[in-house]
């Protein structure tokens, strides 16, 4: 079993499965919620756990088989089972007290954000809710957070998330590192372990069924009490019935559908049914797919906190969500909450500068699909209808002329730049039609990106 598989991560990354593992819903309220999916352009993704309070990478360099690569931010002299106990013991001192979920509401809706994609478990298997399937939990009573009004995280942050508008997408990692049903002590592996399971599921069913059974009760709970759920966004891709580790999604996906007949599911990497949306990670398609699918990619370079971060700049994200957008993607990106309970301050900063682009020109963004070609030279191409839209990327050290050829085929009706009131000059030029720029855009600061739409 498991090692001598094909890999379906790399260094905690994941492959991502193609178009033609892709599966159409037959229900019509699935197909709508995957178009409806697809008009969201941006969600806000978080991995917050105890793990924040070492400023480490979330939950691998608990597995032995991954410390080659998981294991290089341990540097305090510690490893194997002394690594895993002390790792194990973060949720005694995590007490994030400053926490205040309204907040990072605001924040997020003022950023122009969607849908929250948060951790309700990594694969550390500590829960962010008020599970009753497990004391190693945010509300569990060797947590001293669980003392908090503000104790049952997911619950506080979902309420907070709907109450701005924004949907709710429950991060799920399949595997659980801490359950004895799946980490069992004792059993083939010996101390040695790896991402899968410690023993083979074939020769112990009894055990494996006792997984199976926790799993399914930790997703009814998150499907039952935490109020409407818009998509379960579920990890750990390894954990499949073709690897077998058949944790019979399908049936509770299905019950779960019965209490709330629009959720979508990512079952990332699997394909099949249940993966109803593709999900590159840390990386883009090279071009675009007609297909629904989110790239989740980190705000800085970790998905979790790390104390020595560096984040992208403003522009950097603005570029990164067009292109994505042109791909007919939508982008999640992730920022690691502090363990104090904070967003960390450049987070926060490009929060509001991600926001206050999109005030202007989410027209551009959100709603739209492809329009091919989506991309010539620094121009990206996004449509409405019969409405197409130009997004020139703009750098930092260029100046803007008097005029900015955009590479269109067909002459349009009229062409205005989203945010100013009149029509643009438009002339025939050789490379497309050439737009005469306001004056007030040509000595102003170098915006991250202009977009112009183009009637046809």
Known sequence: ????????????VHNYSS???????QEPLLRDRLEWFKDQKLGLMMHWGPYSQLGVVESWALSDGDADWARDCIDWGVEGEELKREYFDL???????????????????????????????????FCMWDTHTTDYRITGPETPFHRHKYADICRELFDAFREQGLAISAYFSKADWHTPSYWAPGMERGSQ??????????RYPWLWEQFVQFTHRQIMELMTRYGRIDMLWLDAGWVNAAQGQDIRLGEVVEQARRVQPWLLTADRTVGGPYENLI?????LPERPLYVPWESCITMGTSFSFNYDDRYKSVRQLVHLLVEIVAKGGNLALNVGPQPDGRLPAPAIERMK???????????AIYGTRVWEPYAAGAVR???????????????EDER?????????????????????????????????????????????????????????
Request: hydrophobic share 35%.
């Open 1 to 12: 079993m498991g090692e001598a598989q094909e890999p379906v991560v790399h260094e905690g």
């Open 19 to 25: 178009e033609q593992d892709w599966v159409e819903p």
């Open 91 to 125: 949720n005694r001192t995590f007490n994030p007290i400053r926490f205040q979920p309204q907040r990072w509401a605001e924040l997020a809706a003022e950023g122009g954000f969607k849908y929250l994609n948060f951790t309700t478990k990594h694969h550390d298997g």
């Open 193 to 202: 372990m790896w991402r899968g399971p410690s023993y083979d599921p074939q």
């Open 279 to 283: 999900t590159p990670e840390q990386t």
């Open 353 to 363: 500068g991600l926001g206050k682009w999109l005030s202007v020109n989410g027209e």
């Open 381 to 395: 191409f996004t449509r409405k209808g019969e409405v197409g839209y130009a997004i020139v990327l703009c750098q």
């Open 400 to 456: 803007l002329q008097e005029e900015l050829v955009l590479p269109l085929a067909t002459e349009p009706t009229a062409v205005d730049l989203i945010g100013s009131a009149d029509d643009l000059e438009v002339r025939r030029c050789e490379d497309g039609y050439a737009v005469r720029l306001p004056e007030a855009v040509r000595v102003g600061e170098m915006p991250e990106a202009l977009a112009f739409r183009i009637r046809r």
